[in-house]
């Protein structure tokens, strides 16, 4: 089967995920345009973990089909397919015990990447992340900010069509969290797609072309802060108010 809109370059279509039983996330659709910088809002325990975990190739048993620019999308059974995408997890998923170059080299290497084309990705990636000066020093020596940053740059050394983000502001100084926010406008303008997860109302309004907001496994709303407000009959309120009014909660209370 092909995407009906051949024009997004992520497409997933009744996405659904149970743990034992338990449906996590509930027959969702939503697609990302090319370019596109897309976020799931939603409270603690809506599904956003899951549903990156399915598109990342992370969880491979769930139900439903997703496409990749029009074509049917297996990360989890297929490299190719794979390559396509960036993860930048909450969690710092980088070597201590390494320098920030020898971790470059390390994920570059994961993806295929050799030679000069490799050196070239690290010392770009190294310029992105403001860490030419410290990169022959081991990760261990770093500030807390300066980890985060090599943890992004990592997650963008194949240079991937589609970057993923579960939450990657949570616990992080308002100073990193702001190099974060620059980088991924940076890596937008230049082309990347980007998936990013969070529970801050005002990341989202401030970063997202369209936000799909998941509750309780589903999404129930999706579009521009501007058209969710209106869709929600409040067109004058903020993201707050709107996520109120839709599910007749604060996102706070979870
Ligand atoms: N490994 C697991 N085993 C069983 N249930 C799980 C597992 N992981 C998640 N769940 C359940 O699935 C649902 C969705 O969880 P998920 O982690 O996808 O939500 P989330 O939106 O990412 O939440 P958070 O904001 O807390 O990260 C929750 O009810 C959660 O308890
Ligand atoms: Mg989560």
Redesign the pocket.
């Known amino acids: 089967m092909t995407s009906m809109s051949d024009k997004a370059l992520l497409e997933v279509r009744s996405l659904a995920y149970d743990?034992?039983g338990?449906l996590?996330?509930d027959h969702i659709n939503f697609s990302i345009q090319p370019g596109e910088f897309f976020g799931l809002l939603?409270?603690?325990?809506?599904?956003?973990?899951?549903?990156i975990a399915c598109v990342s190739g992370l969880l491979s048993r769930f139900r439903g089909e997703m496409f990749f620019s029009g074509k049917s999308f297996s990360p989890a059974k297929n490299l190719s397919d794979r390559q396509h995408i960036g993860i930048v997890p909450q969690d710092l998923a980088i070597y201590e015990h390494l320098t920030a170059r020898e971790n470059l080299q390390t994920f570059g290497g994961l993806f295929g990447l050799s030679g000069k084309k490799l050196q070239q990705a690290i010392d770009r990636q190294l310029e992105i992340a403001g860490l030419t000066d410290r990169a022959k020093d081991l990760v261990k020596t770093y500030s807390g900010g300066m980890k985060r940053r090599l943890n992004l740059a990592c997650g963008l050394i194949h240079q991937p069509q589609l970057v993923l983000l579960?939450?990657p502001t949570v616990g992080v100084d308002p100073q990193s969290r702001n190099h974060l926010f620059e980088s991924l406008k940076q890596i937008q303008a230049e082309g990347t797609t980007i998936l990013y997860?969070t529970?801050y109302m005002e990341e989202a309004e401030r970063l997202c072309d369209r936000i799909g907001i998941?509750h309780g496994?589903k999404i129930i709303a999706i579009g521009s802060a501007k058209q969710l407000a209106i869709e929600s009959g409040l067109p004058n309120s903020n993201l707050e108010e709107v996520f109120l009014k839709l599910t007749g909660r604060s996102l706070q209370d979870s």
């Open positions: 743990y034992n338990k996590a996330v939603g409270p603690n325990g809506a599904g956003k973990s899951t549903t579960d939450e997860t529970h998941m496994g």
